[in-house]
């Protein structure tokens, strides 16, 4: 039997869905809230993946999750959440947040700074289980990310120094790559590249090479030794494989 090949669909940044409030400047790599399109409602177990930035003092107030994983990755400035479990944290650049929505949980995420913009990612994975007790992490791994390579930000496959997901099939995967630092992309049955800032160039397998830029994101199937190599500024990317 003929190994699967390795499939990319890149999708440039300018492709997203927008959605501009004066407070909140959104970009969506999938469907959500008003925008639809039934052939782009997820990669594998991600079903969210928004690219967000907040005026300051002005943000998300409380509203509700229910049976989905939710990782916070903050690019820049700082993004204060509490929630209705009493939980309550201001998360920063390489402090990386999960909360487990369970049974049903309430938030608010506010730019707590009077004078900057918040810039963050938020992505949602489902669950393996529903129904679970609402849970919440949050863990600095600045010193990992500052070693090179890719490191695990939030894993279902105990990984050590990254926050839980309640998905055994999921890993986010972020790096903070140097000028022209290269790395081996993670293989799994679907994977998604998404370059935070910076750049970075996909090659490898039956891939000639994609140049991607801020924003840019690959969807890759089945995926094979693919590898990504930072462009002369640098990249930062965060990269999940799922099933």
Do not use: C, K
Not at 23 to 52: E, I, Q
Not at 69 to 78: A, F, H
Not at 95 to 111: C, F, P, W, Y
Not at 163 to 174: I, P, S, T
Request: charge should be negative; avoid cysteine.
């Amino acid at each position: 039997m003929m190994a699967p090949m390795t499939l990319v669909d890149v999708r440039p940044a300018a492709s997203r869905f927008h959605t501009e409030l004066g407070w909140l400047d959104s970009w969506h790599s999938f469907s959500f809230g008003p925008h639809y399109d039934a052939a782009n409602t997820h990669h594998g177990l991600l079903l969210v993946s928004n690219d967000d930035r907040v005026r300051p003092a002005r943000g998300f107030g409380s509203h509700s999750h229910r049976d989905m994983e939710i990782v916070t990755w903050v690019l820049s400035g700082t993004l204060e959440h509490r929630d209705s479990a009493g939980n309550h944290g201001v998360l920063y650049p390489g402090l990386a947040q999960r909360m487990s929505a369970g049974t049903g949980i309430s938030h608010s995420e506010m730019n707590p700074s009077p004078t900057d913009d918040v810039h963050f990612v938020q992505m949602w994975v489902v669950p393996d289980t529903n129904g679970l007790q609402p849970g919440y992490e949050q863990r600095d791994i600045n010193e990992a990310l500052d070693r090179g390579g890719l490191h695990p930000i939030a894993s279902g496959q105990d990984h050590d120094g990254a926050v839980v997901v309640h998905q055994r099939d999921a890993v986010l995967w972020g790096g903070r790559l140097q000028p022209g630092e290269r790395v081996a992309v993670p293989e799994a049955a679907h994977v998604h590249v998404f370059i935070a800032r910076g750049g970075a160039t996909l090659d490898g397998a039956t891939l000639d090479g994609a140049a991607l830029d801020q924003g840019d994101a690959a969807r890759v199937t089945d995926s094979a030794a693919l590898s990504l190599t930072a462009e002369p500024g640098g990249a930062e990317v965060l990269i999940w494989a799922t099933a």
